[in-house]
């Protein structure tokens, strides 16, 4: 059973303590084949729109209307590519009503903006460039912010614009773009004005794992040793503790996780930490210390409102519970994971 559960556990860390969902995309979604400086070579538009259907019908059907909405809130441009695909209506009446109740008549506004922009000369107004900025920001769509960012003016703030190529890298990440994630946090860290920024380090640290780049992903956590931002610091250290797992040593896993925990639980990322460590400590033969860590990270999470990891949380306890024969704490434990999971819509726990 132990092997089982640190499958379990283990790839819920993927993307290393940032809100970024375990199973939101299906297996190899948006998982870039080459990558070279200034190109990409991935998934294709088509290939792209039939994963995302294919993951709102999964969504539907695990936990609802919700589940749906939060899709679609989070991808507004692949719900607008996917409901122009004739195949919308037989996957989910529900995307096309999500998206035209929510989020699609700004992202209709916001992609006509992008143009207007694009249109206004080399140097557009800085108070029109940026409200529209704002607006990109608020949104999800990693092509039309990076198309806002490329058309700053001469007097924009370096550090609104690198902010910006942050969000495009973040999002990018959660869509598993791991390529294009990377691309656009260098972009960021080239501008010329803008101070430092450790968490476009702490994203291509992450992207780079994801592909592959284990020597590099670790050569950039490196890097955030002496982060003075305590989260940003300690989800280094936990991606350092997966790193090792997946290579096969657990001791020093371990240790890597119980050092991003030493200073306690209070930051940002802590719920996935503890999660990550249970994981290890199960295949360790530390059960009882693995169930704690599994508590303790479901309450860190709820607390934080990262349901994601609480409803994964939930799951692995609800198992572990059931291979020692407690049906009772089990069943408990699924009623709360199913209650957690339609609540927020969550697919990835």
């Known amino acids: 059973m132990r092997p089982r559960l640190l499958l379990l556990l283990i790839p ?36 792209g729109t039939l994963l995302f259907l294919a993951r709102v019908r999964d969504a539907e059907a695990l936990a609802g209307a919700r589940a749906v909405e939060r899709l679609v809130e989070r991808e507004p441009d692949r719900a607008a590519a996917a409901l122009e695909s004739r195949a919308a209506d037989s996957f989910s009446p529900l995307l096309r009503t999500s998206f035209e109740s929510g989020v699609g008549p700004r992202w209709r506004a916001l992609s006509a903006s992008v143009v ?48 910006a ?21 260098r972009r960021g860290r080239a501008l010329a004005g803008a101070a430092p920024d450790p968490n476009l380090t702490w994203i291509e640290a992450r992207a780079a794992r994801a592909l592959g780049q284990r020597g590099r992903a670790l050569e950039l956590l490196g890097e955030l040793d002496g982060c003075t931002d305590t989260a940003i610091r300690n989800q280094a250290l936990a991606l350092r503790g997966v790193i090792a797992a997946e290579a096969g040593d657990l001791v020093d896993a ?41 508590r303790r990270a479901a ?18 306890e609800a198992a572990w519970r059931a291979t020692r024969g407690e049906r009772e704490a089990s069943e408990q434990l699924l009623a709360r994971w199913r209650e957690v999971v339609t609540r927020h819509g969550i697919t990835d726990g």
């Open 165 to 185: 190529f942050r969000r495009v890298g973040e999002w990018q990440l959660e869509r598993r773009a791991n390529g294009e994630a990377v691309l656009a946090v």
């Open 12 to 47: 819920s860390a993927a993307l290393a303590s940032c809100s970024a969902p375990a199973r939101e995309a299906s297996p190899g979604a948006a998982q870039p084949k080459v990558v070279v400086e200034g190109r990409v070579v991935g998934q294709s538009d088509t290939e």
């Open 299 to 316: 309450e860190l999470a709820h607390a934080s409102g990262d349901y994601s990891t609480e409803a994964n949380a939930l799951r692995i």
């Open 116 to 163: 207007e922009l694009e249109r206004s000369g080399p140097q557009p107004d800085p108070l029109h460039w940026g409200a529209v900025l704002d607006e990109a920001l608020a949104l999800r769509d990693p092509a039309l912010l990076a198309r806002v960012a490329e058309r700053a003016p001469r007097t924009a703030d370096p550090s609104r614009v690198q902010l």
């Open 254 to 294: 371990r240790r890597w996780l119980e050092r991003a925990l030493a200073e306690g639980d209070a930051w940002n990322g802590a719920a996935r930490a503890r999660h990550d460590l249970a994981g290890i400590l199960f295949q360790l033969g530390d059960d009882a210390s693995g169930g704690a860590e599994l």
